[in-house]
């Protein structure tokens, strides 16, 4: 039982390219999220999921974009990378209408 | 939307002494706090979590109050050991989105030997 799985765990990127975060979790939980840490800011949503096939807008969601194609699997794209989100991601998931949350392990992302 | 503002952001304390965090939040219809522990390097883990019906939760040397009416909530650790620095979180959730997390800044702890 592997929890909540994120891929790559840390990447670097140059300005205005792309990249895919993968979250795949194996608790057949509903809900998935993805959040933001930066030194000071703690832990903030930036897109999150109530179940397959749905996305929602969190608190900081603007350069990102996200996917649920799959019940087990939650990406987050980024398009056009900026220096400002130079971050560590972390990946979670709940069950169904609860905010116990499971976190990943998180990817370290540097944009030059 | 919720609002969770946490208090200190640094804590060093001695071997063996208690260590108290406080967050306050701003929306009246949250009603789960829970705290979450972050070592170096680590994922955020789950230590305790409290529950608007219950004023306060134990478990070993860990402890939670919760004050509704002033919109506070602090946790307590005594007897800290060394493995107990960390970074330390809380978080409010609840009213129309029950299953969203608004987390506070962060506290780091230091438990000097």
């Known amino acids: 039982n592997a929890g909540v799985t994120q891929t790559p765990k840390f990447r670097v990127l140059k300005t205005g390219q792309s990249m895919t975060l993968l979250c795949a979790q194996d608790m057949n939980h509903e809900y998935m999220y993805w959040y933001r840490q930066d030194p000071g800011m703690g832990l903030r949503l930036i897109h999150y999921?109530?179940?397959?096939?749905?996305?929602a807008k969190g608190e900081v969601p603007d350069g990102y974009n996200v996917s649920r194609l799959k019940k087990q699997n939650f990406l987050l794209g980024l398009e056009s990378a900026a220096p400002s989100q130079t971050s560590v991601y972390f990946c979670a998931s709940s069950q169904t209408g609860t905010a116990l949350l499971f976190f990943g392990s998180g990817t370290q992302l540097s944009v030059l | 939307g919720e609002n969770v503002e946490q208090h200190p952001s640094t804590l060093s304390v001695q071997e063996g002494d208690s260590a108290v965090i406080k967050c306050t939040y701003s929306d009246s219809a949250s009603n789960y706090f829970p705290w979450y522990k972050q070592e170096l390097g680590k994922r955020p883990q789950l230590i305790i979590d409290?529950?608007?019906?219950?004023g306060e939760k134990k478990d070993q040397r860990i402890a939670v109050t919760l004050n509704k009416t002033a919109k506070h909530f602090s946790l307590h650790i005594t007897e800290t050991q060394p493995e107990d620095s960390a970074v330390y979180f809380c978080a409010a959730s609840g009213g129309g989105s029950n299953y969203k997390l608004t987390f506070g800044k962060g506290t780091l702890l230091t438990v000097n030997p």
């Open positions: 999921s109530v179940g397959e096939g749905t996305t």
């Open positions: 409290i529950r608007s019906n219950v």
